[in-house]
Every structure is written in C-alpha cells, then in structure tokens.
C-alpha cells in the first residue's frame, strides 16, 4: 500500500471530497449533472485515486486472504471498467429530462457516490 500511495503522492486522506448532506441530495446532484451532461460535475462525484487507497481498500475483502491482492490491482480493476460505463451513462441518459421520485423505502447503503459507471448501492 505505501507505494501505492507514494505513486499517486499528497498527504492522507480521512474523507471524501465534495459529498452532500444526504442521499437524497446526492441523487439529485447527480441527476442534475447527468440531465446536463456536465461531466466535470459528474467527475466530481467520482472516487478518486487519492481516495481509495485510505476510504475504500482497507475494509476491502482484497486486503485478506484467500482474495489479497494489492491496492494497485483492486484500483485498476474498478477503474477500467467504470470509464466505458460512464461513456455508456451519458449517451444513454445525458441530456434527456430525468427526475428524481425519492429513495426506495427499504434500508439502502451507498458504498460509494459515483464512479464513472454509476452509483452502486448495496
């Protein structure tokens, strides 16, 4: 992990940047973004490499055996993946007319804001 985090430099990290005060607001940052195509906004929303190593791969199941693999290999692998879903998002759903009806009623946990493909709820 230290040299992970030495390839993509800068000081530790305890949060996220940007957010929003509730999931609810967040939906609807990010819809906003999408009706608008702004993509720099929807970038904004995105985990960074910055991020992860600190927020996300500690509490990964690839920090533990049988799956150890380094932070480097967990990062790529969200990565690249997420580059053509974002391509995808936006041609399908950029500039169109969206609305936001409010969360499902059920308990939902958003494991992180957006990444280029979308948000990932669990």
């Given at each position: 992990m230290r040299r992970f985090n030495d390839d993509i430099g800068g000081e530790n990290i305890s949060s996220l940047k940007g957010g929003a005060p509730s999931r609810d607001s967040l939906l609807r940052q990010f819809l906003k973004a999408?009706?608008?195509?702004?993509?720099?906004?929807?970038k904004g929303m995105d985990l960074n490499s910055r991020e992860f190593p600190w927020l996300v791969y500690p509490e990964s199941p690839y920090t533990k055996p049988p799956y150890t693999q380094g932070p480097a290999l967990v990062w790529n692998q969200i990565e690249n993946p997420s580059?053509?879903?974002?391509?995808?998002?936006?041609?399908r759903l950029g500039g169109r007319e969206l609305a936001f009806t409010g969360t499902p009623a059920r308990k939902t946990r958003i494991t992180r804001a957006i990444t280029p493909s979308g948000l990932t709820a669990v």
């Open positions: 999408l009706q608008a195509s702004d993509t720099t906004a929807l580059s053509s879903g974002f391509t995808r998002l936006l041609r």
